[in-house]
C-alpha cells in the first residue's frame, strides 16, 4: 500500500527522547488519522484533522503533540514518553471526514519505549 | 463507556466452509459499521461498509447488521487459507463525528 507512507517503520527511543512521526498521504484526501494499537487492545483513535484543522482530540497525554502543516503531512511529536506507550502507531487518511469516507490506513510505527 | 464487542478467537475453519465473525456494539444510536481485515504485521485494510439493517454482499463476503440487536456480522463464504488474518469491526457512535471505534478484532485461521 502506498498510498499513505509512515516513517519511521520502527522506532527504538529511552524515556527522555524526543522523537516524531511522519505520515504522508498521496491520495489527495483533506482528513488525516492518528491511531494508537497496542497488543491485547482495540485499535484508539488519537486525533482527527480535517483540511489542517484539529477536529477531534481524544483525551490523549500531552507527551504526543500532534502537528498537521498541510492537508498531505501529518506528524506526531513524541516526548518523554513511558514504557505503556510502547505500541503501533498507525496513520490513516480520507477523503473527507464524513463517516462514509472510508479510511486508509499508512504500515504503521512501531514503538519501543525503553 | 461507548464500546465494541468482538470475541478475540481463534475461529478456526477448514477450507471452503462458511466463516462467521460477529460484532456486538453497546450504542443504540451508532449508525455506520465496518470490518478491517489486519494480516500478521500489516495494516488495517476496509472490506465492508454497512449503513442500513439488512445484509450487504461483496463477492465472498456478506456484512450483516441488526439494529434492534446490536450487532453486525461478516460471513465469508469458500473461505481460502488467504482469508486467515484478524478481522476488525469498528462502528460511529451517534454525534461521534468521524471517529471510529474499533473491537479488539476476531483471529481467522483457515486451514487447508
Known amino acids: 500500500e502506498t498510498g499513505v507512507t509512515q516513517t519511521p517503520r520502527h522506532l527504538v527511543m529511552g524515556m527522555t527522547n524526543k522523537k516524531s512521526l511522519k505520515c504522508e498521504q498521496h491520495?489527495?484526501?483533506?482528513?488525516m488519522y492518528w491511531y494508537k494499537q497496542s497488543a491485547k487492545k482495540p485499535l484508539e483513535l488519537m486525533f482527527v484533522y480535517s483540511l489542517e484543522e484539529r477536529v477531534e482530540n481524544n483525551s490523549v497525554p500531552s507527551r504526543f503533540s500532534p502537528e498537521c502543516p498541510n492537508s498531505s503531512h501529518l506528524f506526531l511529536h513524541l516526548h518523554t514518553l513511558q514504557p505503556e506507550d510502547s505500541a503501533l502507531y498507525l496513520c490513516?487518511?480520507?477523503?473527507?471526514?464524513?463517516?462514509?469516507?472510508?479510511?486508509?490506513f499508512g504500515p504503521g510505527t512501531r514503538l519501543t519505549v525503553l | 463507556q461507548k464500546e465494541v464487542e468482538q470475541n478475540s478467537g481463534p475461529l478456526s475453519v477448514p477450507e471452503g466452509a462458511i466463516a462467521s465473525l460477529n460484532c456486538t456494539y453497546s450504542?443504540?444510536?451508532?449508525?455506520?459499521f465496518f470490518w478491517y481485515r489486519q494480516y500478521s504485521g500489516k495494516s488495517p485494510e476496509l472490506i465492508m461498509s454497512i449503513y442500513s439493517n439488512g445484509d450487504k454482499e461483496d463477492g465472498r463476503f456478506t456484512a450483516q447488521l441488526n439494529k434492534a440487536s446490536q450487532y453486525v456480522s461478516l460471513l465469508i463464504r469458500d473461505s481460502q487459507p488467504s482469508d486467515s488474518a484478524t478481522y476488525l469491526c469498528a462502528g460511529v457512535p451517534h454525534q461521534a463525528g468521524t471517529a471510529l471505534i474499533f473491537g479488539k478484532g476476531t483471529t481467522l485461521s483457515v486451514s487447508s
Open positions: 490513516a487518511s480520507s477523503q473527507g471526514s464524513r463517516v462514509a469516507d472510508t479510511q486508509y
Open positions: 491520495l489527495g484526501h483533506n482528513a
Open positions: 450504542d443504540r444510536g451508532s449508525q455506520s
